[in-house]
């Protein structure tokens, strides 16, 4: 790249680069979020890099060309590396490889290999081990100091807390990456979006919040302060450079396969290349292997083997001269657009998607890619039958990045925004700073309504779990129910062998319930009368009041009858509860359709009001006891905690030899399970909890 900048011009383009560089790696490593492709960063760094070397008057001693990227967060302890951090030069390119090859060659001869390993996308570790006990893991940070994160990366069950008895020296350092299984990844984001809509978000807010790629998820959870949230939430690691005072080997490769006899996980997947062809071939296996390893790799890392040859490479200010990342280009294709459709969410929030001639692109099919909203569609500029370049980026889900403008239809028309809703022809609402568009027919748009009963039957709300959303959508298409009320109309025998249309398009399928679902359902809907007002209140789906909201509303107020009558001003007026909210209740209850609904409700014996039982009770059963909730259970955890607290007990977050009771629910974490058994605490059921509470005060 040639510069033809005037001083005024290139002092202009540091100062922007510089600070859009420290923008992208404040979100990088502090926010956990990419906001641009790593390739599109590396080319700006790049351009950084050139100016700063044409123009050094004008670079700031701070260049982010010159730190290696993170910052420190708040929370932990700020602990300085024993040896800096590093990170690698990057390459993109099969010649600049050969030019790093022939740098080494003119430094140290030919006579030397390298060792050609994958690039793991995740967050880099830095481990120090004394005695073959782990005594801290930290963060890369800024690279010369990170945060102490030791309690959370004991979570990680492929780390080692103590070594078998070998040959390792009483202290040493090893780095490696965290990262989270593609798997796994998948698995709780969806869990994730199921909360966040039990929460009361909306489709936009959703998207926002859901974590992007496996290694912000993993980034965000190595942050968490709980480590038993971090248990929660399986990571991995991959170790791959040893440090050591007293140099155990004289190379790197062999150095791998001693820490992996020791009991570090080290990767299968690295090898010794005598020349640059031979990292070539390693380059390429993996670009095409890559999709089937279950975990991502941006690229394959090169390292000079021999430690006294690295040693005489030396280092830059960043990075040392003996490795270089090679990147791998973001897969792009391209295909035609076949149309944009739309989808009417529970909110009435439009997505628009664009269907596309189907086509391979990282192991998978992809058909179909959200558009997100209009602007995105004008910002593409798409036209009707553009051919239109799709990546799968950072990101999991595949994005239309560009239309290639060579293949555009003569006369192609742009696509044009639907005016009307898809689904029952409403004129669609953009409300001013609203990036989405609703569809505002609340009570008569057929995936609106549907997905409130969706919602007012999910586990969180009525927990009617013998209602899916398909038998929701059939029994809604069979002319059964309109709405959530309708729900505690339906009888056995409506119900009894009913035929159901599922499934839509393609996959239109009949159903016939059984006799058992039937009875199920109606099972179902008898026992949700008992479930209490608060989950009620978060059930009827108002628009912003998730579990919590609906929770203080309903100690608040006690009683619908009290919500219904009461004031924006009183609503505004409840702790964390603004006037949007207090809008949104409001609304809900001008409606004469609700209004019957509640009325309904009444009639059927659903809870409308806060039951005093013997759970809000406050008793001191429970005096000077400590407790530690971990698992499912049929009630909340917080609800459980919640218990303990109005009748003495006190909860406790980790388990130690003063806990009285641990409370056991499915699915508690082994590690919890085994220390108490190791100290003899008293492991109990939520039944036998119960117990606890209904025995006699004495
Ligand atoms: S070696 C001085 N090996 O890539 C040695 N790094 O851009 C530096 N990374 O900070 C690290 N896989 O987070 C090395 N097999 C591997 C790696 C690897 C991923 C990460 C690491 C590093 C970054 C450099």
Same mark, same amino acid.
């Given at each position: 790249?040639?510069?033809?900048?005037?001083?005024?011009?290139?002092q202009?383009r540091?100062?922007?680069?510089?600070?859009l560089?420290?923008?992208y @790696?404040?979100?990088?490593?502090?926010?956990?979020e990419?906001?641009?492709?790593?390739?599109?960063?590396?080319k700006l760094?790049?351009e950084?890099e050139?100016?700063? /070397?044409?123009f050094p $008057?004008?670079?700031?001693?701070n260049s982010?060309?010159r730190?290696?990227?993170?910052?420190?967060?708040?929370?932990?302890k700020t602990v300085?590396?024993?040896y800096?951090?590093?990170?690698?030069?990057?390459t993109y390119?099969?010649?600049?490889?050969l030019?790093?090859?022939?740098?080494?060659k003119?430094?140290i001869?030919?006579?030397?290999?390298?060792v050609?390993?994958?690039?793991?996308?995740g967050?880099?570790?830095?481990?120090n081990y004394q005695?073959?006990?782990?005594?801290?893991a930290?963060?890369?940070?800024?690279?010369?100091?990170?945060?102490?994160?030791?309690?959370?990366?004991?979570t990680i069950?492929?780390?080692?807390?103590? +070594?078998?008895?070998?040959?390792?020296?009483?202290?040493?350092?090893i780095?490696?990456?965290?990262?989270? &299984?593609l798997?796994?990844f998948?698995?709780?984001?969806?869990?994730?979006?199921?909360?966040l809509?039990?929460?009361?978000?909306?489709?936009?807010?959703i998207?926002?919040?859901?974590?992007?790629n496996?290694?912000?998820f993993?980034?965000?959870t190595?942050?968490?302060?709980?480590?038993?949230e971090?248990a929660?939430?399986?990571?991995?690691?991959?170790?791959?450079?040893?440090?050591?005072? &007293?140099k155990?080997?004289?190379n790197?490769y062999d150095?791998?396969k001693?820490a992996?006899s020791?009991g570090?996980?080290?990767?299968?997947?690295?090898?010794?290349?005598?020349?640059?062809?031979?990292?070539?071939?390693?380059?390429?296996?993996?670009?095409?292997?890559? *999709?089937?390893?279950g975990y991502?790799?941006? !690229?394959?890392v090169?390292?000079?083997?021999?430690?006294?040859?690295?040693?005489e490479l030396?280092?830059t200010?960043?990075?040392?001269?003996?490795a270089?990342?090679?990147?791998f280009?973001?897969?792009?294709?391209?295909?035609?657009? #076949?149309?944009?459709?739309?989808?009417?969410?529970?909110t009435?929030?439009?997505?628009p998607?664009?269907? +596309?001639?189907?086509?391979q692109?990282?192991?998978?099919?992809?058909?179909?890619?959200?558009?997100y909203?209009?602007?995105e569609?004008?910002?593409?500029?798409?036209?009707?039958q553009?051919?239109?370049?799709?990546?799968?980026? !950072?990101?999991?889900?595949?994005?239309?990045?560009?239309?290639?403008?060579?293949?555009?239809?003569?006369?192609? *028309?742009?696509?044009?925004?639907?005016?009307h809703?898809?689904?029952?022809?409403?004129?669609?609402?953009?409300?001013?700073?609203?990036?989405?568009?609703?569809?505002? @027919?609340?009570?008569?748009?057929?995936?609106?309504? /549907?997905?409130?009963?969706e919602?007012?039957?999910?586990?969180k709300?009525?927990n009617?779990?013998?209602?899916?959303?398909?038998t929701i959508?059939?029994?809604?298409?069979?002319?059964?129910?309109k709405?959530?009320?309708?729900?505690y109309?339906?009888?056995f025998?409506?119900?009894?062998n009913?035929?159901?249309?599922?499934?839509e398009?393609d996959? $239109?399928?009949k159903?016939s319930?059984?006799e *058992?679902?039937?009875? @199920?359902?109606?099972?179902?809907?008898?026992?949700?009368? =008992?479930?209490?007002?608060?989950?009620?209140?978060?059930a009827l789906?108002i628009?912003l009041?998730?579990e919590?909201?609906?929770?203080? +509303?309903?100690?608040?107020?006690?009683?619908?009858?009290n $919500?219904?009558?009461?004031?924006?001003?009183?609503?505004?007026?409840?702790?964390?509860?603004?006037?949007k909210i207090?809008?949104?209740v409001?609304s809900?209850?001008?409606?004469?359709?609700?209004?019957?609904?509640i009325?309904?409700?009444? #009639?059927?014996?659903?809870?409308?009001?806060?039951v005093h039982?013997?759970?809000n009770?406050?008793?001191?059963? $429970?005096?000077?006891?400590?407790?530690?909730?971990?698992?499912?259970?049929k009630?909340?955890?917080?609800?459980?905690? =919640?218990?303990i607290?109005?009748?003495?007990g006190?909860?406790?977050?980790s388990?130690?030899g003063k806990?009285?009771?641990l409370?056991a629910?499915?699915k508690?974490?082994?590690?919890?399970? *085994?220390?108490?058994?190791?100290l003899?605490?008293?492991?109990i059921?939520?039944?036998?909890?119960?117990?606890?509470?209904?025995?006699?005060?004495?």
């Amino acid at each position: 790249m040639s510069i033809n900048l005037s001083e005024t011009e290139a002092q202009t383009r540091i100062k922007e680069l510089t600070s859009l560089l420290n923008k992208y @790696n404040y979100h990088y490593y502090v926010l956990s979020e990419s906001l641009i492709a790593d390739s599109d960063f590396d080319k700006l760094m790049k351009e950084l890099e050139l100016l700063e /070397k044409e123009f050094p $008057l004008f670079a700031d001693p701070n260049s982010p060309t010159r730190k290696v990227g993170g910052t420190i967060s708040k929370e932990f302890k700020t602990v300085k590396h024993q040896y800096p951090m590093l990170s690698l030069g990057n390459t993109y390119s099969e010649e600049e490889l050969l030019e790093f090859d022939n740098r080494i060659k003119k430094a140290i001869g030919h006579n030397f290999e390298y060792v050609a390993e994958l690039k793991f996308d995740g967050l880099a570790i830095s481990l120090n081990y004394q005695k073959g006990k782990l005594i801290r893991a930290v963060t890369r940070g800024d690279g010369v100091q990170g945060d102490d994160v030791t309690t959370n990366v004991k979570t990680i069950n492929t780390i080692p807390h103590q +070594l078998n008895p070998g040959s390792y020296p009483d202290e040493f350092e090893i780095r490696g990456e965290i990262f989270m &299984h593609l798997k796994t990844f998948e698995k709780l984001n969806e869990n994730y979006r199921k909360e966040l809509e039990e929460k009361g978000y909306d489709e936009e807010e959703i998207t926002e919040r859901l974590y992007k790629n496996p290694r912000n998820f993993a980034s965000g959870t190595l942050k968490l302060l709980d480590s038993s949230e971090v248990a929660k939430r399986p990571l991995d690691a991959f170790l791959y450079f040893l440090y050591a005072n &007293h140099k155990i080997t004289d190379n790197h490769y062999d150095s791998l396969k001693l820490a992996a006899s020791w009991g570090f996980q080290v990767s299968d997947h690295y090898r010794l290349c005598p020349t640059i062809q031979d990292v070539f071939r390693f380059i390429e296996e993996y670009e095409r292997e890559r *999709k089937n390893l279950g975990y991502d790799i941006d !690229g394959v890392v090169i390292k000079v083997n021999n430690y006294l040859q690295q040693e005489e490479l030396g280092y830059t200010a960043k990075s040392p001269r003996w490795a270089i990342a090679y990147k791998f280009k973001t897969e792009r294709v391209s295909t035609l657009l #076949q149309f944009v459709s739309y989808q009417v969410g529970r909110t009435g929030a439009i997505t628009p998607v664009a269907n +596309l001639n189907p086509v391979q692109l990282g192991g998978t099919t992809v058909k179909r890619a959200s558009l997100y909203n209009a602007d995105e569609i004008l910002r593409l500029g798409l036209h009707e039958q553009d051919t239109v370049f799709v990546e799968k980026g !950072g990101e999991i889900i595949p994005k239309i990045v560009g239309v290639d403008l060579e293949q555009r239809v003569n006369d192609a *028309k742009a696509i044009e925004y639907i005016t009307h809703c898809p689904e029952c022809n409403s004129l669609l609402v953009r409300k001013e700073g609203d990036s989405l568009h609703y569809c505002p @027919n609340e009570l008569g748009c057929k995936p609106q309504l /549907k997905g409130r009963i969706e919602h007012f039957t999910g586990r969180k709300a009525m927990n009617i779990d013998s209602l899916g959303a398909e038998t929701i959508s059939g029994l809604y298409d069979a002319g059964l129910i309109k709405n959530y009320g309708d729900l505690y109309d339906l009888n056995f025998n409506d119900l009894n062998n009913l035929e159901l249309e599922i499934g839509e398009g393609d996959d $239109l399928r009949k159903r016939s319930l059984k006799e *058992k679902s039937a009875q @199920n359902i109606i099972e179902g809907i008898e026992a949700s009368k =008992k479930v209490p007002f608060e989950r009620l209140l978060f059930a009827l789906g108002i628009r912003l009041v998730g579990e919590t909201v609906a929770r203080k +509303l309903a100690e608040h107020f006690e009683n619908i009858d009290n $919500l219904m009558s009461a004031t924006m001003e009183e609503i505004s007026s409840i702790h964390e509860i603004g006037e949007k909210i207090a809008y949104q209740v409001k609304s809900y209850f001008s409606i004469h359709e609700n209004i019957s609904i509640i009325e309904k409700f009444k #009639q059927k014996g659903l809870q409308l009001a806060v039951v005093h039982d013997s759970e809000n009770i406050k008793t001191n059963k $429970l005096n000077g006891k400590s407790f530690l909730v971990s698992g499912v259970f049929k009630r909340s955890r917080e609800e459980l905690k =919640k218990i303990i607290e109005r009748n003495g007990g006190r909860n406790v977050s980790s388990v130690s030899g003063k806990l009285d009771f641990l409370i056991a629910g499915d699915k508690m974490g082994p590690e919890k399970l *085994k220390k108490a058994n190791e100290l003899n605490i008293k492991i109990i059921s939520e039944e036998e909890f119960e117990n606890l509470l209904n025995v006699s005060d004495n």
